[in-house]
């Protein structure tokens, strides 16, 4: 049994035409096929931050749920991000990460049981100067480590231009693989979105998705990658 997770920077929802159409966001999230997708920019900047997603409309056109992230107020998520479950995986824990740096930033957390087996979730959308992305990914592992051990996903708008993407930062555990240019969404030229792999996770197969209407909706392309997840050995004893 495999699982697919995707990635998508939907930025507010303004596509490159200019117009802010949330529903044609979801087309392209629901042409993706993923059972798990994190999302980038889901939220207005300025305070209160409202959604520029709507909860309401995920919950109506789509098969996903929008996990609490957000703290209160308007906002669909929490510093921008969310992470999209589809029905009827289990989710069974949420956590914020806050993440160093010159402007705020944070992650979301997700742990859930799906038909290929348990797995956690780490989105994220990281800062644009290297030192901050490397703090930021070394906060995002101190959190991990301090959770039980589970097969892990770290995947996002990494925000880094590099060949090697901040790789570095993830090595040893965990393994980095970009799927494709992905930015920016009419001419592609920059895989900034990103999906590093823990133990216990295995690619199968990934791909960046192009297909009208992505290619205005956003700034981004979406990625995904499909996964084989280990089984628990024998004598794992859930917490």
């Not at 995920?58 to 957000?70: C, G, L, N, Q, V």
């Not at 996002?156 to 993407?165: E, F, I, K, L």
Request: charged share 20%.
């Amino acid at each position: 049994m495999m699982l697919r997770l995707a990635s998508y920077n939907v930025h507010k929802c303004l596509g490159l035409d200019r117009r802010r159409l949330p529903r044609r966001v979801l087309s392209v999230i629901n042409a993706v096929g993923a059972d798990i997708f994190a999302l980038q920019e889901v939220d207005h900047r300025l305070a209160p931050r409202p959604a520029a997603l709507p909860h309401r409309l995920i919950e109506r056109e789509t098969d996903f749920t929008a996990p609490p992230f957000a703290l209160d107020g308007p906002s669909l998520g929490w510093h921008g991000q969310t992470i999209l479950v589809r029905r009827p995986i289990e989710v069974t824990a949420l956590r914020r990460i806050a993440l160093p740096g010159l402007e705020p930033r944070g992650a979301v957390l997700l742990e859930a049981e799906t038909t290929a087996g348990a797995i956690r979730v780490v989105g994220v959308h990281l800062g644009l100067i290297r030192r901050y992305r490397t703090m930021q990914i070394a906060a995002i592992r101190a959190a991990i480590g301090r959770r039980r051990a589970m097969p892990t996903a770290i995947l996002g708008d990494y925000n880094d231009w590099s060949a090697r993407g901040s790789g570095e930062a993830l090595a040893p555990e965990f393994r980095l693989h970009a799927p494709g240019p992905s930015f920016p969404a009419a001419r592609p030229i920059a895989p900034l979105d990103r999906i590093a792999l823990g133990p216990g996770l295995h690619l199968v197969d990934a791909a960046v998705h192009a297909a009208a209407p992505a290619r205005i909706a956003s700034d981004h392309l979406p990625v995904w990658a499909d996964l084989r997840i280990d089984p628990p050995p024998p004598d794992a004893v859930p917490n």
